[in-house]
T-cell receptor
Framework: DQQVKQNSPSLSVQEGRISILNCDYT??????FLWYKKYPAEGPTFLIS?????DKNEDGRFTVFLNKSAKHLSLHIVPSQPGDSAVYFC???????????FGAGTILRVKS | KAGVTQTPRYLIKTRGQQVTLSCSPI?????VSWYQQTPGQGLQFLFE???????NKGNFPGRFSGRQFSNSRSEMNVSTLELGDSALYLC????????????FGSGTRLTVV
């Protein structure tokens, strides 16, 4: 039962353009949503998060949008840089839960 | 401060053997979680420990077990290894709850032959 889905296994974007990574979830009890980035041979690193009471959160080049009615969130990277090439994982959690539920990941390739 | 440390980094085991992986969380972090990463499956939750108690467990067979010590260090054990257990095993720690995000270790790459 995949509660968090990232339907695009990979995405290729030109340097300087916008990268949009998408994530859908099925459990309406999720309160927090997070994005992690992972390079090969390293553990995932936290990128940005959003609470269910907000619909947008920005941190530099990274913006996460949350559409609760559609149970959909997206990560926008503007402008994209070659160093952004990595696997991006979407994750969700309930406020009083004690685990993160991850999607399968999207491989982002930023071409220079 | 030191990050999450996992040992060993790489491991090759034979089918039927058992294996123990170790994780030292960030100092002061009391919650430790374990995940299995396989291609196309993302990160699958194994279990979470807080103050030596397992608070949550994922949908893995009983061959997968774990524990946490009083210093918050954690181990996970896999008995009777199967080829399908080959994966990257990630440990993550957080202060009290994983909800606001974890810090991950670099993982242990387990290969079962």
């Amino acid at each position: 039962d995949q509660q968090v889905k990232q339907n695009s296994p990979s995405l290729s974007v030109q340097e300087g353009r916008i990268s949009i990574l998408n994530c859908d979830y099925t459990n309406s009890m999720f309160d927090y949503f997070l994005w992690y980035k992972k390079y090969p041979a390293e553990g995932p690193t936290f990128l940005i998060s959003i609470s269910s009471i907000k619909d947008k959160n920005e941190d530099g080049r990274f913006t996460v949008f949350l559409n609760k009615s559609a149970k959909h969130l997206s990560l926008h990277i503007v402008p994209s840089q070659p160093g952004d090439s990595a696997v991006y994982f979407c994750a969700a959690a309930m406020e009083y839960g004690n685990k993160l539920v991850f999607g399968a990941g999207t491989i982002l390739r930023v071409k220079s | 401060k030191a990050g999450v440390t996992q040992t060993p980094r790489y491991l090759i085991k034979t089918r039927g053997q058992q294996v123990t992986l170790s994780c030292s969380p960030i100092s002061g972090h009391r919650s430790v979680s374990w995940y299995q990463q396989t291609p196309g499956q993302g990160l699958q939750f194994l279990f979470e420990y807080f103050s030596e108690t397992q608070r949550n467990k994922g949908n893995f067979p009983g061959r997968f077990s774990g524990r946490q010590f009083s210093n918050s260090r954690s181990e996970m054990n896999v008995s009777t290894l199967e080829l399908g257990d080959s994966a990257l095993y990630l440990c993550a720690s957080s202060l009290f709850t994983p909800v606001y995000g974890y810090t991950f270790g670099s993982g242990t790459r387990l290969t079962v032959v």
